[in-house]
């Protein structure tokens, strides 16, 4: 059995520009996952930070709230692995919780509310870890079977390309409902690219831009960062961490560098126009 921890970090969200051949994944399979992994790792940024409330939001002219989105994306990847695997009643066999989610409408508005971003995290976590475990015990041959499919011919690799491309489609529509949302105008910037220390937690310093008020407070590219403004950010998932923050706004990094920690502060600049 395929274990999450075995998994390469590329497949758990931290996206590689590279498609290429991955242990424990026949070649067309691992750059499929490639694929959808980049995928969610730009969901994920579309919705970082994102409060109870941001989640909630159903903006005039909007049929989704972003909460609805993702729970939406989780419950396409799970229906998607019943009937890749050929399961004979796969509406049957999809777990209740998921429905809402898949019908979205009147339904999701009633009932998927009021959960933090750690919930959406976590569940579409937990839908990816099956669909690995799926596909490291298929093979190229299953991928491109000919099967019968929305009421003609298909296969295994256009049900799995459509589950990323749907994802996009709706990863469109956070982008949209962010520009709705007060809190997310008007960011200003560190110069720091960050990103997940491991399997979605924690955070580290990826890239520092020259000149960058990052650069300049003595950020540096590979960092880990333990703490933001004191709280310890360690064992939080990188995504749910509201890191964004108006120009003129400071924050003091807790740097670990082998076994020495600083503090850098750094002062957010205005984006370019």
Not at 229 to 252: I, K, N, Q, W
């Amino acid at each position: 059995m395929l274990r999450v921890r075995d998994v390469p970090r590329m497949l758990l969200g931290m996206s590689s520009t590279l498609l290429s051949d991955q242990p424990g994944f026949t070649p067309m399979i691992a750059r499929l996952l490639g694929m959808m992994a980049y995928t969610r790792e730009t969901t994920l940024e579309a919705v970082q930070g994102f409060t109870v409330e941001e989640l909630d939001l159903i903006p005039d002219g909007h049929a989704n709230s972003a909460g609805m989105l993702l729970a939406h994306m989780a419950a396409v990847e799970r229906i998607y692995q019943l009937i890749s695997a050929d399961h004979p009643d796969p509406d049957s066999a999809l777990e209740a919780h998921y429905w809402p989610g898949l019908n979205l409408g009147e339904q999701g508005r009633a009932e998927i509310r009021g959960r933090p971003l750690r919930h959406y995290l976590e569940e579409l976590a937990r839908v990816r870890a099956g669909t690995l475990e799926l596909l490291a015990a298929r093979d190229d041959a299953w991928l491109d079977e000919s099967l019968p499919f929305w009421g003609g011919t298909g296969n295994r690799h256009f049900m799995w390309f459509h589950v990323f491309e749907d994802e996009i489609n709706h990863r469109g529509q956070l982008r949209l409902l962010r520009r709705h949302m007060p809190g997310q105008q008007g960011l200003g910037m560190t110069g720091a690219w960050l990103e997940p220390l491991r399997e979605g937690r924690g955070v580290r310093c990826r890239t520092v831009y020259p000149d960058s008020p990052a650069d300049q407070a003595g950020l540096k590219s590979g960092d880990e960062i333990v703490a933001v403004d004191g709280v310890d950010v360690r064992d939080a998932y990188f995504h749910e961490l509201r890191l964004g923050a108006a120009p003129g706004v400071r924050s003091t990094f807790t740097v670990q560098r082998g076994s020495e920690t600083a503090d850098v502060t750094v002062t957010r600049v205005a984006r370019p126009t």
